[in-house]
């Protein structure tokens, strides 16, 4: 096992599946097929990555992806404080 997450690995495919990467979910493209997988074929990014962990030549833009995910969501539409005076 790899101190990674999935999202960072090279087999680890999100773009081929917008919608579901939108909600931090990928497939891994060398994980060895099982029932579970058929059921639900989409991991967490999050998840540890396996010993098949090779980096994906766009790990940048990668880990810039989880960071921005990581942030908390900032409300715009949030009313200002009332300050006396």
């Known amino acids: 096992m790899s101190e990674q ?11 081929e599946y917008p919608e579901h990467a939108r909600v931090g ?8 097929p099982t029932r579970a997988d058929q059921i639900a074929p989409f991991l967490p990014w999050a998840t540890p990555a396996c010993e ?9 833009d990668r880990k810039a992806w989880i960071e921005k995910r ?3 969501v900032q409300n715009n539409n949030a009313t200002p404080p009332k300050t006396k005076g």
């Open 5 to 15: 997450p999935c999202a960072l690995c090279g087999h680890f495919k999100m773009k």
């Open 52 to 60: 098949r962990y090779v980096a994906a030549p766009n790990i940048e």
């Open 70 to 72: 990581r942030a908390p």
């Open 25 to 32: 979910l990928g497939r891994c493209a060398v994980r060895a």
